[in-house]
T-cell receptor, first 109, second 118 residues
Framework: TQLLKQSPQFLSIQEGENLTVYCNSS?????LQWYRQEPGEGPVLLVT?????EVKKLKRLTFQFGDARKDSSLHITAAQPGDTGLYLC?????????FGGGTRLMVKP | GAVVSQHPSWVICKSGTSVKIECRSL??????MFWYRQFPKQSLMLMAT?????????EQGVEKDKFLINHASLTLSTLTVTSAHPEDSSFYIC??????????????FGNGTRLTVT
């Protein structure tokens, strides 16, 4: 079983602050995806990274895939209350997708 | 974009009854669909992989006789929670991958079903 560890589990910050969420594994993944989930809804895909060292930006969100394709990070610049939610990383291997434990982010105005 | 429709969005049932949850891919076909369970403030836990035209593959610890999965067509998978008990109350989410996409391509998720067993 491939395990993905996400940290921190919970994060409460003030609007305007920066934050980084980490997703680590001892296993290599062919791809890594980040999702955001709001209460009562399904996860929504934010980004997919497939190449070691890859960096992708989505407005104020920056995603990085580790060189060895075992870890990833999500950095949010100048967080806003609308960024509040559960952030999930998921590693792809073959047909399977393994989810990390999630990071619950709360951005206070 | 690809849409996965899950129905019902929420359901309340009495202990001992069975509940069926449907997962439909609306604009693509999927040979494989995945069923997850999510407890409050926790991540998604894979329950089973639904395979079109064949038996589902269940994760360790998931009772196949209690959580019946049927994937009769390339656009529909159903999960039936049989003889439901209060401990089965949870948020159930399905996902599907377009069969035309590669095995590492993203999954498309339904909006989940909130099951409450009284």
């Amino acid at each position: 079983t491939q395990l993905l560890k996400q940290s921190p589990q919970f994060l409460s910050i003030q609007e305007g602050e920066n934050l980084t969420v980490y997703c680590n594994s001892s296993s290599v993944f062919s791809s890594l995806q980040w999702y955001r989930q709001e209460p009562g809804e399904g996860p929504v895909l934010l980004v997919t990274v497939v190449t070691g060292g890859e960096v992708k930006k989505l407005k104020r969100l920056t995603f990085q895939f580790g060189d060895a394709r075992k870890d990833s990070s999500l950095h949010i610049t100048a967080a806003q209350p609308g960024d509040t939610g559960l952030y999930l990383c998921a590693g792809g291997a073959g047909n399977m997708l393994t989810f990390g434990g999630g990071t619950r982010l709360m951005v206070k105005p | 974009g690809a849409v996965v429709s899950q129905h019902p969005s929420w359901v309340i049932c009495k202990s001992g009854t069975s509940v069926k949850i449907e997962c439909r891919s609306l604009d693509f076909q999927a040979t494989t669909m995945f069923w997850y369970r999510q407890f409050p403030k926790q991540s998604l836990m894979l329950m089973a992989t639904s395979n079109e035209g064949s038996k589902a593959t269940y994760e360790q610890g998931v009772e196949k006789d209690k959580f019946l999965i049927n994937h009769a067509s390339l656009t529909l998978s159903t999960l039936t929670v049989t003889s439901a008990h209060p401990e089965d109350s949870s948020f159930y989410i399905c996902s599907a991958r377009d069969l035309r996409a590669g095995s590492g391509s993203p999954l498309h998720f339904g909006n989940g079903t909130r099951l409450t067993v009284t």
